[in-house]
DNA sequence: CGGCCTATCTTCGATTTCGAAGGAAGTTGG
DNA sequence: CCAACTTCCTTCGAAATCGAAGATAGGCCG
């Protein structure tokens, strides 16, 4: 998939381009240069022409769409305990996605070996005849050097620190490989809702707290550290040391980790953030004045970081970000603390792609580097 | 300057490259047609051929380099109470710089159209004959619309508020006009000094305290007011109410004019940032305890911004960054609290431009309007 | 319904760009 | 000093790209 025609290929992939007119539009390429190429590409049976989009005043286009035998994307998004799993098409609509168990502390090895199977398992279920798997990509939860493919000083990962897991999933699959950050994955996946935003800050609210930028459409990966916002030091009366040795770091305070915590303290059980949403959603008042703070903790720092970048939105997901008091108390502390110029037109809002962000970003990433 | 021609243009002129060897590399196109297009600007008088670079264990490059009869370029950094003024040629290497008091709160028309006088002079005392303006810039200490060219909302720029400050500039000068942010400007100047780091943190410490932001090279505007980080809350066991409004900004406790003022409730006479500065390099106690504070302060903001950005690099200028207690205790501040990950190879250092940089950033973005 | 307008897509000759081959001008190493 | 190798730059036929003109197909409106 050679350069230019890769070009094409990925603009109707991702969405932008629908038609010839805007291939030609987006590419920069003469009208007559990009007809030839899409036929060239039809020919090849990687695209297909469907039916006919809406006129724009004259002649409606001929709707352009990739071929759905172009190939198919395996992704995954490992978590703590459990992986959501899927194959998407090139143009990333998830075939089928899954969730199963999986325990990370079984060690980087065993844990791609048994994601390499699942791929296999749900190539074996769902993979129409003939498709060829293109490329296979997962998001991990923790810091990932974008050079290497290996993880890298991983706090929620104990044995995998510098794993080359892009090599280990390579062996299995002779392809394009992606290993992300899970909160990356997600941001480039939002990326993907938000068309009209360039820069953009996707919190992830889960057992920690995750952050991924989009700078001018393109996820900024800096060292590979880039988004974490969660040992900051924060306003606070108490003194609690993190797990990183220093104290009072938002992750302390505003993870769910942390929340589950104070609330087993208080002889109130819970197992997972999603059951603290939960709590919150009856009304009890405990879980609820715990949100209300985290937020307003995360709220705080996002305002430094907003002042700095000015991002078009803030998008929130994870799995405590259905709780209304979150999102709330975050709203209330950056419109309050911000500057106007950088809160006017600014969107806080939850997630457009849901649970299956990180697996549509994976997607997304992974593209460019199959169509390159 | 149409299009590929001014892509050539600009790599020799931003100082990437120096034959067409480099050129065919770095701009992707053939290195036929490369010399092709050197010999048409060659033949219209932009490029020059001069000499023989250093041999790569083959035969010597030509090195090219712009005609000095190409253009020149009109730059000012608007200050308080001076502004620096300059010409360059369009690599950006300075004719000339001065240095003249002025004064902005004469208002908008007064001062743009001083600066289109003293432009005239310069041009008048030092253009070689013959050699056309191709472009004017100003940096100015206040946020600006990127879209438009107008201040918006500045806090030291009373009767500037939405005024269009590009418009009027082009008024007098029918060519390209540039209007930025000083902190930007300086950040796109120092950028260029830097050509290693893809992302970059500049810091002005004057008697504000302003920052520009360079990711993947190139600098981020976000809304305009991308890079604030003076009215971030710091922790403070006082309280000070700062000119936007809010408690305890940075602004409130660690720009120049903040010092300036604790200085004098002591009864120490102190006029300009500058000022400051010597009272340090003199051992003045007072004076070193409180920049070393402000450095603290500083840091503990960058803290945040770090592990989130994770810059290649942190560069300090301004009128107070020749303090060595300040960027001391920046680092320090930065060293401790960051993630390791954020501060492996992360250099902090003073500015490589010195006080010029934020013209030669004027000349660095102005060349993309004037090859555009 | 039938011009008129707009936008999409194609055709085809002119132009640009490419790339393989080769000449030019060095360095390196015996 | 000479042969082998590198890198730089140019030459020239082949291939890709462009752009103006035209064909196609719809919307809009009296």
Redesign the pocket.
Known sequence: MRG?QGDLLRLVAAGHAE????LARLS??????V?????ELIGSGLLVEEG?GT????????RLRLSPGAGLLAVADLGAHHARLGLLDLSGTPLVVEERPCDILEGPEATIDWMAAAFEDLLAAHAPPGVPLRGVGTGVPGPVDPATGRVVAPSRMPGWNNFPVADRLAAHFDLPVLVENDANLMAAGEARAWPKCETLMVLKAGSGIGCGVIVNGALHRGRGAAGDISHVRVRSDSSVTCSCGHDDCLEAYASGAALMSVLGEQGIEVRRPADVVALVENGVPEATALVRNAGRLIGEVLTVLVNFINPDAIVVGGSLSPAEPLIASIRAAVYERCLPLATRDLEISTTRSGPDAALLGAGSLLLDAVLA
Chains 1, 2 share one sequence.
């Open positions: 230019a038609s010839r007119a805007e920069g390429l003469a009208a007559s240069s007809s030839l190429r899409v036929e006919a006129s724009r005043g004259g002649r409606r286009p001929r």
